[in-house]
């Protein structure tokens, strides 16, 4: 019984996913999306602000209008009709409603052409001057509505229509409504344009990676431009051009371990062939000598390709990325490489001269990488010589481990090579190696941000040095 996921999925082996999940939630679309988001909402928010705006100024005016108004009904004069005496307002009001209502009767006197004006609670209230002016909104007639005083129990009430107030917002409503729509519309449009030309350089980022995941084509992208996706395209070809020299050097490897594999391998297949013809029934039997000099050949051959392999072997564990956190006393490094070699080195004496040094590193690397500068000496140097090494800080935060030996030397065109993978001088081919050892201190020294060189010591043999960053110890 499997655990069904919190989450839904989309599978990527279903061509709906690809189709359904994946194209409508692209990245150009999250972009479009965004940019008319963004607009909506600027422009929901200004177009209502602006509404409320005129909406509350319109009602302002209606209301101050409609005061004033009011005002100038209850102070105009009074003017004689053929039945009574009536305010001069009432000749003057054919767009509104007027009344001058009694607070104490309740009754409304009102222009006999008009329609009288909706009367409340409120306006019987400012008629018996209970209250000093009601102003209101009648739901049912849809009017805005107004009393003031006049004295002796009386109100004049006015009442005026709301339609072209809300006729003028609701023109507002509509304008507001396209305007925001057609610049919601010319904001997708434009993000879309802006994510296209924008996400080209992803686009053809994206085409170069599976372009080399599919024929392993590790040709650079062009770049264009100095913005943030044209250092992205940088970063992208640099790490393109790391990859390809990664694959350059490990064919390289391959081609030169298969170089030097082929001759002990044939070798060793000729010997094994002679003593298996040796061995059949009626063959000629070898001499004892012979046998003997061709098991010693074998055993040398086995030793030759086992120490190949160890060192391939340490080549490409030296070339895993791994992060250097440990501390290394470099001294104790020199110590335990000497304790090693001087157990087979002889008759040769060490001349060792040191002082504390204190790096982040690799233990391990840094050992074996003195041991091989060690054994470099030993092996080139004459019985009963000595080999000098050196430990010594430069004063610019790095330090040097120097190994001069009393040997032949290194010859002048040899000198730029001696660190490469497989290079054997013409004096070194005679003896046992693999080619491999000064090319795994070069490694270990890169590793820990050093390098190396080569020279004539003053003694005449080979200087082989290791320079390193750290601190005094």
């Known amino acids: 019984m499997t655990d069904e996921p919190a989450v839904s999925t989309v599978d990527v082996g279903d061509p709906r996913g690809e189709r359904w999940g994946t194209r409508r939630f692209s990245l150009r679309g999250r972009v479009t999306m965004l940019a008319a988001a963004c607009v909506a909402g600027a422009v929901a928010l200004v177009s209502l602000c602006a509404y409320l705006i005129v909406q509350s100024n319109l009602y302002q005016q209606l209301d101050d209008n409609l005061l004033a108004r009011a005002d100038a009904a209850v102070n105009s004069p009074q003017v004689q009709t053929q039945l009574q ?54 739901k049912n007639t849809g009017t805005r509505v107004v009393a003031l005083p006049m004295g002796h129990g009386e109100a004049m009430v006015l009442a005026q229509s709301m339609a072209p107030t809300k006729q003028a917002l609701n023109e507002l409503a509509v304008v507001l409504f396209l305007v925001g729509g057609a610049g919601i519309v010319v904001a997708a449009g434009a993000g879309t344009a ?25 040709r650079p992208i062009p770049v264009s431009g100095d913005d943030e996706l044209a250092r992205l395209t940088h970063s992208f070809n640099t790490m393109l051009g790391t990859v390809a020299d990664s694959q350059e ?18 070798s060793l297949r000729t010997n094994l062939e002679l003593l298996l013809s ?30 190949l392999i160890g060192d391939l072997v340490e080549l490409a564990r030296q070339d895993e990325p791994r992060e250097l956190t440990e501390r290394v006393e470099l001294v104790e490094v ?26 982040t590193g690799d233990n391990s690397a840094l050992e074996r990488a003195v041991l091989n500068l060690l054994d470099n000496a030993v092996k080139f140097s004459p ?15 790095t330090a040097v481990v120097e190994v001069a030996d009393s040997g032949p ?15 054997r001088s013409t004096e070194a ?16 020294a890169v590793r820990h941000g050093g390098t190396v060189y080569a020279n004539r010591a003053p003694e005449g043999g080979a200087l082989l040095t290791i320079r390193l960053p750290g601190a005094p110890g």
């Open 85 to 138: 005496q009536v305010p001069g307002a009432f000749l003057a009001s054919a767009d509104l409603k007027i009344g001058q209502l009694n607070g104490w009767t309740g009754a409304l006197a009102y222009p006999q052409a008009g329609s009288p004006p909706p009367v409340s609670q409120n306006e019987l209230d400012v008629a018996a001057g209970r209250r000093t002016q009601s102003l209101r909104t009648d």
């Open 194 to 218: 802006v994510a296209r030309a924008g996400l080209r350089p992803v686009d053809r980022l994206t085409s170069a990676t599976e372009r080399v995941a599919a024929t392993g084509d590790l």
């Open 249 to 266: 050097r490990q064919r390289q490897l391959v081609a030169d371990a298969g170089h030097e594999l082929r001759t002990p391998l044939t």
């Open 278 to 307: 040796a061995s059949r029934p009626g063959a000629r039997s070898l001499p004892e000598e012979d046998r003997a000099e061709i098991e010693a050949d074998i055993r040398g051959q086995l030793d030759e390709l086992t120490q």
């Open 334 to 359: 020199v110590e335990r490489a000497l304790d090693r070699a001087r157990r087979r080195a002889g008759e040769i004496e060490f001349d060792v001269s040191m002082q504390p040094w204190v790096l």
């Open 383 to 397: 019985p009963g010589s000595r080999v000098r090494v050196t430990l010594r800080p430069l004063g610019d935060g």
């Open 409 to 423: 030397g290194i010859a002048e065109e040899d000198l730029p090579k001696v660190f490469d993978r497989f290079y």
């Open 429 to 444: 081919r005679t003896l046992p190696g693999s080619g491999l050892g000064l090319a795994i201190v070069q490694n270990a």
